[in-house]
């Protein structure tokens, strides 16, 4: 009997610490995190010092791969890796069922061997939730170019910031954002809920501003935190489902600090003067460049705010923006859907030449 399980034992050890390598590589080169790529490295090595523990010898000689009636069965409708996100989903599975596998053929050589590698298991388990939701935000974020802030009032008309809302879609804005000023909380979901419908049918990310309990029940995409909101682990304990969490930034403190949250993108700025926000300080365009430069490596997405309109933003681009955030010159203009379209256009070619 001994030697069916050993065999067992080997080959879900390497089908464990093959797929938590698989799960390392894709936190390392496509999310660019080395604090998840960390833990699922020292996951991979806490179970070689468990397996270190029996006869490697053993575990050698009762390996038989030529033998194995398993190595050439194929499943109708097993799953096909597309993209590297299958890749990771096949490895985090295929991890924690090798690993509980692991944990009832062990106990037979030594008992305390079921407790070890349970253990190992839930910590799997919480990586793969850790993984994913960076996954979530990290990639759908990724192709923002163009965002549009819309600001509204309480004596603001709600129809035009719908048709305002789809205007900026038609023109290829990739996320809207909801800013809503002085108003009621009553008034803020209603006027929340139709806003995500909008950006919903047409794929587009929709945001809310301060938010994150407007974002939950609205059912909006993510929320935007400013200096003095919220914490993103707190908004993380609230989400009932991923949510994309940004935070605003105005200085290399800040930066550090958003930069060491697990929000999924960085605003920089404000780059120029604005009218939305009259009092803040200028960030200026020296923050955007250095930001950029240590954000380059970095997973976290980035958009740059404050006073970006179609005469200054390539000055913004020429720094190695990849998204810029726009209000006033858009949601003031008489064609905020003409002005998108030529927002959009700059930003891509400027993107075609980097």
């Known amino acids: 009997m001994e030697k069916p399980v050993y065999r067992i034992l080997d080959a879900n050890f390497n089908r464990t610490r093959e797929a938590l390598r698989v799960m390392e590589e894709y936190c390392r080169f496509v999310l660019n995190d080395p604090v998840l790529s960390g833990r699922a490295k020292q996951l991979r090595h806490e179970l070689s010092f468990i397996i270190a523990e029996l006869d490697a010898n053993q575990l050698l000689c009762c390996r038989d791969s030529h033998q194995d009636v398993g190595r050439e069965l194929r499943v109708e409708g097993q799953m096909k890796r597309a993209t590297l996100e299958d890749c990771f989903t096949a490895a985090a599975k295929r991890s924690s069922e090798a690993l509980r596998m692991l944990a009832e053929a062990g106990q037979a050589i030594n008992p305390a061997l079921y407790d070890r590698f349970e253990r190992l298991r839930f910590e799997t388990y919480s990586l793969e939730k850790d993984i994913s939701l960076a996954m979530y935000g990290v990639l759908r974020f990724r192709n923002v170019r163009l965002y549009v802030l819309i600001t509204v009032q309480p004596e603001s008309d709600k129809a035009k910031i719908y048709d305002l809302a789809s205007a900026c879609i038609d023109g290829g804005a990739d996320c809207l954002q909801l800013r809503c000023k002085g108003m009621t909380d009553k008034d803020v979901l209603n006027l929340a809920g139709p806003f995500v419908e909008i950006c919903r049918r047409s794929s587009i990310i929709s945001i809310i501003n301060d938010r994150p309990d407007i974002a939950i029940l609205s059912g909006a995409d993510g929320v935007h935190l400013g200096q003095d909101d919220l914490s993103v682990e707190s908004v993380r304990r609230l989400q009932p489902r991923p949510l994309i969490v940004g935070r605003s930034t105005h200085n290399f403190r ?66 190695g923006v990849k998204a810029a955030a726009v209000c006033s010159a858009v949601c003031e203009s008489s064609n905020p859907a003409k002005v998108c379209i030529d927002l959009k256009q700059l930003i891509q070619s400027y993107r075609m030449e980097q």
């Open 254 to 319: 800040q930066l550090t600090e958003a930069m060491n949250e697990t929000c999924d993108y960085i605003a920089l700025g404000p780059v120029f003067a604005t009218a939305t926000k009259p009092h803040e300080s200028i960030a200026g365009l020296d923050y955007v460049r250095q930001a950029i430069g240590v954000l380059k490596d970095n997973r976290v997405g980035h958009v740059a705010i404050g006073g970006i309109g179609l005469d200054n933003i390539e000055q913004v681009l020429a720094l």
